[in-house]
């Protein structure tokens, strides 16, 4: 079974984003950090090069395979901010509608940037989700 690629990191998550080429993405980032920081109550861990997360949880698939992963976070790319664990709880299909721009995959939720948002919407869809992940979907 091939090994998770995205691991923790000891890069300071506040280094990373400040050096962010793109203004936008560099303050949507810092503002990011602080938000996930105060909602979860945990500090921010670099997975991999350009993920920002917090907290962990550990998965198990049927076919086996399994891994620790952050429970939620997210990455300033150049096309635009994607967060990660904020679309599977059972929250998110009620507060996706009210957030705002936003376009989602199987597991990731799209921004252009936070000012096409609603921020308490997204603060709850961080709440709302950061709780499944940690205590729904944890396995020990």
């Given at each position: 079974m091939a090994e998770n690629?995205?691991?923790p990191t000891n890069v300071s998550a506040e280094e990373f984003l400040t050096a962010v080429e793109h203004p936008r993405r560099r303050a949507d980032g810092l503002e990011l950090l602080d938000m996930m920081r105060q909602i979860t109550g945990q500090e921010?861990?670099?997975?991999g090069p350009t993920i920002v997360g917090f907290g962990t949880y550990h998965y198990k698939y049927e076919s086996g395979r399994e891994g620790d992963a952050a429970a939620v976070g997210f990455?300033?790319?150049?096309?635009?901010?994607?967060?990660y664990g904020?679309?599977?709880g059972p929250d998110a299909d009620r507060l996706l509608p009210d957030l705002g721009k936003h376009k989602?995959?199987?597991a990731c939720l799209y921004?252009?940037?936070?000012d096409d948002v609603d921020r308490d919407v997204l603060a709850?869809?961080?709440?709302?989700?950061y709780r499944h992940v940690t205590t729904e979907i944890h396995s020990p």
């Open positions: 690629k995205t691991k921010a861990v670099m997975w990455s300033p790319r150049k096309a635009n901010l994607v967060l904020l679309t599977e989602t995959s199987a921004v252009n940037k936070l709850e869809l961080i709440r709302a989700g």
